[in-house]
């Protein structure tokens, strides 16, 4: 539960916060604004239902700037500690206390695993419930197949729904289980109805009649390239 409303002057300055990182993230294609904001619901709506008291303002800015440690760089493996430097020289210039502004950045760092320091506060595990969340489901799907993951499209669903098990194995709030579990069925009807359909796509492929002196086994040929 939220341990209090946002004041006026907070809400002013989450207001500054979305166009700026409205702006940091519109060219991005995997993390992209979208995220972010979903993301930022996701956290909104397992804080309102989890006992544990929760301070709005450090959740909502930490939930806004999980990610623009991407922006700018080709890998993220460091996102989470680029991003806190970047949450340093934005608030140094706003009315945040240091002591805040150090939650907003245990929040960004603690997000990913890559950091190797996992969440210890509420505020940081909402967070990461709420990114995990986001990767899930079809919209989690079609983030894997826009990456720059190699492969074919069956190895990229099957890594899929292996990292759609993994992150809903490491959610820590029972609400965030309850969504997952709705988005984890759904990345397995997804990648269902996926699989159908490049079998068909193979049986097809097999059938097809070719004027050729001898048969060609289209089955291994399709194996090959797949």
């Not at 979903?38 to 397992?46: D, N």
């Not at 826009?146 to 099957?158: D, Y």
Request: aromatic share 8%.
């Amino acid at each position: 539960m939220f341990e209090r409303n946002l004041t006026r002057r907070e809400m002013e300055l989450i207001e500054d916060i979305q166009e700026f990182i409205r702006g940091k993230h519109s060219q991005s294609e995997r993390h992209d604004y979208s995220h972010i904001l979903q993301v930022v619901r996701y956290a909104i709506q397992i804080a309102r239902v989890i006992p544990d008291e929760v301070n709005p303002f450090v959740l909502i800015c930490g939930a806004l700037f999980h990610d623009v440690g991407w922006i700018g760089t080709n890998t993220g493996v460091l996102h989470g500690l680029r991003g806190a430097t970047i949450v340093d020289e934005y608030f140094d210039s706003t009315w945040v206390s240091p002591d805040v502004k150090k939650k907003i950045k245990r929040i960004v760092i603690r997000h990913t695993a890559a950091s190797r320091m996992p969440p210890e506060t509420v505020e940081e595990k909402i967070v990461w419930d709420a990114d995990g969340l986001d990767g899930m489901g079809l919209i989690g799907i079609l983030r894997g197949l826009v990456s720059e993951e190699q492969g074919s499209i069956e190895e990229v669903l099957t890594n899929e729904f292996r990292e759609s098990r993994k992150t809903y194995d490491k959610l820590y709030f029972e609400e965030s289980r309850r969504i997952g579990k709705e988005l984890h069925e759904e990345t397995i009807e997804v990648i269902q109805g996926f699989k159908r359909a490049l079998d068909h796509r193979l049986k097809a492929i097999e059938q097809l009649a070719l004027p050729v002196e001898r048969p060609v086994n289209w089955a291994r040929v399709w194996t090959d390239i797949s």
